[in-house]
């Protein structure tokens, strides 16, 4: 979808001997090597890591691990087609994605752990659920704010008629429970309209969303077709800043939060407060389609060019539990979601059968824009394409969560016959 750039570190991983290289595009390049993997070292994830077969070209689909940046330090990510990166945590499976740069292990949900080792696809999801359900801006926040204030849009819209319709207008407009209805309307034909059209200007009408109402700016009648200009005025954030508080959640952490609540509440001591990435930053390269000022109806780009790291933009965006240093200090839980910067950089768009697939669509959390009245989310196909899909469309969830180094593996080779297994205290 996007190509990543800079120096970036690939790593092969063969009896405890890293080889670093060169990655830029799709090219490796050789340089120095060093061991690293010593008796002392962690000793879950060196074992992860030595079972990695070392690679010393990316020809054969299996590239082992790139070292990339996060906001910790250096991350681990397994890159490529990759089999043996399976591990059994509270009853359920797991795919190992990164060693993170605070030394806990970045995990995605495989399903519900079974001796026998067979899944289906339905089987790498909890459920289904909208990403987030908001009409404007904040509906690609992972948690958003709520402005009550009025908010026309800086956008003038165009609604087009083939037919001479009526539509129902009016001077003014009212509210209930920030949902807006005419006050007194006439029913008017466009024609009537068009010829009338300064008696219509700054006269309002309603679209099928009551969480907003239309203001007219303007009627044209060209090609046999009728075009109503409007501004939209609705109830919302009047900046960035008020949209993005971390007030209310989105309707994938309220799922998240009931699943993890059932699930994994008991085995939190074993959890790290790994943050997060829901990164809202805009996009100052876009084009001039989007106006960019990232709060209520405005279109706005939030999917960058390019990815140089796995750290997330703003500190406001990072979700954490406790950390305030790292994090927003925001969540309920030690739960979330895959970012695009880790599908990127695992190399999914460049793997047949990579091990972020599982032929099952899903939400990331990480934003693509908001344009025509929608938000749109960065999203895994069921064919493992880095795409992207409004937020109010129900998607598979697959959790992730952050292991702590801390516990001893019991048995495992990581393959999906014999996960990896650990001790539970």
Same mark, same amino acid.
């Given at each position: ?10 790593? !092969? ?5 890293? $080889? ?13 090597? =060093?061991?690293?993997? =010593? ?8 074992? +992860? ?33 990759? %089999? ?20 806990s ?13 067979t ?8 459920g ?5 359900? !908001? ?9 958003? @704010?709520?402005?009550?204030?009025? +908010? ?21 407009? !009212? ?10 309307? =006439?029913? +008017?034909?466009?024609?009537?309209m ?9 006269? $309002? ?19 046999d ?7 939209? *005025? ?20 309220? $799922? ?10 008991e ?6 407060d ?10 100052e ?10 709060? !209520?109806?405005?279109t706005?780009? $939030?999917?960058?060019? =390019?990815?140089? %790291? ?24 030690? *739960? ?10 695992? @190399? *999914? ?28 989310m960065?999203? *895994? ?39 990896y ?5």
């Amino acid at each position: 979808m996007k190509k990543l750039f800079g120096f970036i570190l690939l790593l !092969a991983i063969g009896g405890g001997i890293y $080889y670093f290289y060169f990655y830029e595009k799709k090219d490796i390049y050789y340089g120095n090597y =060093e061991t690293v993997c =010593e008796d002392d070292f962690d000793h879950l994830m060196c074992t +992860v890591m030595k079972n990695y077969d070392a690679k010393k070209n990316c020809e054969e689909e299996k590239c082992s691990v790139l070292k990339v940046l996060d906001d910790h330090g250096d991350s681990y990510i397994n890159y490529g087609k990759v %089999d043996d990166n399976y591990l059994v945590f509270a009853n359920y499976l797991w795919k190992i994605i990164r060693l993170n740069g605070n030394n806990s292990l970045r995990l995605i949900y495989a399903g519900v752990y079974n001796e026998e080792g067979t899944y289906t696809a339905e089987d790498s999801v909890i459920g289904y659920s909208p990403y987030n359900l !908001a009409f404007d801006n904040t509906s690609i926040g992972y948690m958003y @704010g709520r402005g009550d204030d009025l +908010v026309k849009s800086f956008t003038i819209y165009n609604k087009n008629f083939k037919t001479n319709n009526k539509i129902a207008i009016s001077k003014t407009y !009212a509210m209930d429970n920030n949902l807006f209805s005419l006050v007194e309307p =006439e029913e +008017v034909t466009l024609a009537e309209m068009y010829d009338n059209r300064v008696q219509y200007i700054g006269k $309002y009408f309603m679209s099928e969303d009551t969480h907003m109402v239309n203001q007219i700016s303007d009627i044209v009648y060209e090609n046999d077709i009728y075009t109503i200009k409007y501004y939209i *005025i609705t109830i919302g954030a009047t900046n960035p800043s008020m949209a993005w508080q971390n007030d209310n959640d989105s309707e994938i952490k309220q $799922y998240l939060d009931r699943w993890y609540q059932e699930n994994l509440l008991e085995y939190e001591q074993y959890l790290s407060d790994a943050l997060f990435c829901n990164d809202r930053s805009i996009n100052e390269k876009a084009s001039d389609k989007y106006s960019n000022r990232a709060y !209520a109806l405005e279109t706005t780009l $939030y999917y960058k060019d =390019e990815y140089i %790291d796995l750290k997330c933009s703003n500190l406001n965006d990072a979700y954490t539990l406790e950390d305030k240093v790292y994090g927003n200090h925001a969540l309920t839980y030690k *739960i979330g979601l895959l970012n695009v910067q880790e599908a990127l950089f695992s @190399g *999914i768009e460049e793997t047949k059968n990579h091990y972020l697939t599982s032929g099952i669509t899903y939400f990331t959390m990480t934003p693509f824009e908001y344009r025509n009245l929608t938000g749109k989310m960065i999203t *895994i196909s069921d064919k493992g394409k880095v795409i992207n899909q409004a937020s109010k469309t129900s998607l598979g969830i697959r959790p992730v969560i952050n292991l702590k180094l801390t516990s001893k593996l019991t048995g495992g080779d990581g393959t999906i016959k014999n996960p990896y297994k650990i001790e539970m205290q």
